[in-house]
């Protein structure tokens, strides 16, 4: 039993001496490391992220957005596609078509027809000025085409159809 009193002590000297290197050991840095990440600073507020940091809510301002967590490339909207009036009043018969594609409207407008492939190459095209009009499509191959029609605003809408034998 005196053997072990004595070396209590020097275990313990020992625990002393390399104790406060072991606590600083498991020291927790706020350390990031991301390849991604943006800082913004307004008039109201300054706004740091990065790729992984977690974010519960959306957080926004009068001209920045930041969503759930990941730093997300910029949006740029030139400008949102709506269908022109006229969409819904243009009858494109038959479909699928062997021969001869009937193209109805109501209205006087112009249109600009084009028939284009599936890569988007215009195969053919024609100016509609009448109520009606019609295209020769038998020389196409047998497949999935697309019809678009503009307007003389710029105004267009897509149309598909199916060339077979």
């Known amino acids: 039993m005196g053997i072990q009193l004595k070396t209590g002590p020097i275990i313990i ?8 290197g072991i606590v600083n050991a498991q020291q927790i840095e ?21 790729v992984g ?27 949102i596609f709506t269908p022109p009036f006229w969409q819904n009043e243009i009858v494109i018969s038959p479909n699928p078509v062997s021969h001869r594609l009937y193209f109805v409207k109501n209205g006087d407008d112009a249109f600009n027809i084009a028939i284009l492939d599936a890569v988007g190459q215009q195969l053919g095209r024609k100016e509609w000025t009448g109520l009606s009009t019609s295209m020769d499509v038998s020389w196409l191959k047998n497949g999935i085409y697309l019809i678009l029609i503009k307007d003389d605003l710029g105004n267009h809408a897509f149309y598909k159809f199916i060339k077979q034998h």
Do not use: C
């Open 30 to 50: 706020k350390l990031l490391i991301s390849n991604s990440g943006n800082q913004v600073t307004s008039a109201n507020m300054s706004l740091e992220w990065s």
């Open 13 to 20: 000297g020992v625990l002393l001496l390399f104790l406060p």
């Open 53 to 79: 940091e977690l974010v519960v809510n959306d957080l926004t301002s009068s001209d920045l957005r930041l969503t759930q967590g990941f730093h997300q490339g910029i949006d740029l909207v030139n400008k």
